[in-house]
């Protein structure tokens, strides 16, 4: 049974299904408008997404939910994301981090239930760097201003880095290791 992968978020779609291409795993897209609940950690809002997707579902299927996290903004935009992304841009980002150290990191959560009752969680994270100006046209969100450990490009200079690097790379390895255990 192929999952499906519960997103909105053609680009997240296509990073996925790249990684879990490699362990025999194909999945299917499900783009059905789900709310995210309020909550602090990836695990937490990718669980309770998970759990409702399945209601309107009912097939095996996986929710990822991914932030970015910076310490010296008390771990902003984190579980806001998208929102704050929304609201201010990576150029608002620019100027909220003037003058602060600029070390971040992506995480990510991919929950995946196949009764609706239980969903694991599979994680991953990737520390880096906030560069000094946007670079790159590649990726989505925040890849022009993410620039991951031992690298000096950022994510959208370089979106193949994502594959080998990402929070989300990291994550689905660990949901396609687990997935395929299963076929065997
Ligand atoms: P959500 O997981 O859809 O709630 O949103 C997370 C937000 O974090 C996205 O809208 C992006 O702005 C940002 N984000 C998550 N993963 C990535 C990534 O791989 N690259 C750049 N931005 C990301």
């Given at each position: 049974m192929e999952p499906a992968f519960v997103t909105s978020n053609r680009w997240k779609f296509s990073e996925a299904e790249k990684i879990l291409n490699k362990y025999g795993i194909n999945i299917v897209h499900a783009n059905i408008p789900l709310e995210e609940k309020r909550g602090e950690s990836v695990e937490e809002i990718a669980e309770d997404c998970a759990i409702r997707a399945f209601s309107l579902l009912g097939k095996p299927l996986f929710v990822e939910d991914s932030g970015l996290f910076v310490p010296s903004l008390?771990?902003?935009?984190?579980?806001y994301s998208a929102w704050a992304l929304s609201k201010i841009g990576n150029e608002g980002m620019m100027r909220l981090l003037e003058?602060?150290?600029?070390d971040a990191e992506f995480r990510c959560c991919a929950a995946y239930t196949e009764d609706g009752i239980h969903a694991r969680a599979f994680t991953g994270s990737v520390r880096g760097t906030i560069s000094g100006e946007p670079r790159g046209s590649g990726g989505f969100g925040y890849d022009p201003i993410f620039v991951p450990e031992g690298e000096e490009k950022t994510f959208a200079e370089n979106p193949s880095l994502k594959g080998r690097l990402s929070h989300r790379a990291a994550a689905l390895q660990k949901l396609g290791e687990f997935l395929s255990g299963r076929q065997r």
């Open positions: 008390n771990g902003f935009p984190g579980a003058g602060k150290p600029r």
